[in-house]
T-cell receptor, first 116, second 111 residues
Framework: DVKVTQSSRYLVKRTGEKVFLECVQD?????MFWYRQDPGLGLRLIYF???????EKGDIPEGYSVSREKKERFSLILESASTNQTSMYLC???????????????FGQGTRLTVV | KQEVTQIPAALSVPEGENLVLNCSFT??????LQWFRQDPGKGLTSLLL?????REQTSGRLNASLDKSSGRSTLYIAASQPGDSATYLC??????????FGAGTRLTVKP
């Protein structure tokens, strides 16, 4: 079974703190993604990465950065956490293979971040 | 711009009923389409992936169909159970790395 594991289910951080959200996948997938999910706004893409050390901005990158030093790990960094970054954060991974299961995306269990 | 719409936003049915969830998209030039389920406070669980060359996929009591020309996909759930209660999301792939999600349909199956 594909596994995408996020380091924390719940986090509470203070305004101004630097926050790291970690995501690890075990299927040798090329692509990894970070989304946030808010009521009424759905899933919004923050950043994605298609290879080690490569990253692309998504729809809402402001206030976030990412790091992908190893293929299996993709980190989301909140440089200075703010209350409007309170949200559910979801990590996903997928392959570039065009055959078989194609590019099926798999998600982690989510991290509920609260910034106080 | 690709828009993905899921109707209805919420659905409540008695146990045992067969039901259909709908997903529509505005641009038929899609790569794949994927259905997910999300339980409250949890991540997304992949249910079915339909590649653009396919018309349908089946897994157990679930059947998903894709009609690219009309911009529609349906997820059919047979003999619904209370454990099927969740939010169901569809995602349209514009490319390998570009997925657009619908807002979801919240399904409640009453015992």
């Amino acid at each position: 079974d594909v596994k995408v594991t996020q380091s924390s289910r719940y986090l509470v951080k203070r305004t101004g703190e630097k926050v790291f959200l970690e995501c690890v996948q075990d299927m040798d997938h090329e692509n990894m993604f970070w989304y946030r999910q808010d009521p009424g706004l759905g899933l919004r893409l923050i950043y994605f990465s298609y290879d080690v050390k490569m990253k692309e901005k998504g729809d809402i990158p402001e206030g976030y950065s990412v790091s992908r030093e190893k293929k299996e790990r993709f980190s989301l960094i909140l440089e200075s956490a703010s209350t409007n970054q309170t949200s559910m954060y979801l990590c996903a991974s997928s392959s570039n293979l065009a055959t078989g299961a194609g590019t099926e995306a798999f998600f982690g269990q989510g991290t509920r971040l609260t910034v106080v | 711009k690709q828009e993905v719409t899921q109707i209805p936003a919420a659905l409540s049915v008695p146990e045992g009923e067969n039901l259909v969830l709908n997903c529509s998209f505005t641009d038929s030039a899609i790569y794949n389409l994927q259905w997910f389920r999300q339980d409250p406070g949890k991540g997304l669980t992949s249910l079915l992936l339909i590649q653009s060359s396919q018309r349908e996929q089946t897994s157990g009591r679930l059947n998903a169909s894709l009609d690219k020309s009309s911009g529609r996909s349906t997820l059919y759930i047979a003999a619904s159970q209370p454990g099927d209660s969740a939010t169901y999301l569809c995602a349209v792939y514009l490319s390998v790395t570009d997925m657009r999600f619908g807002a979801g349909t919240r399904l409640t199956v009453k015992p």
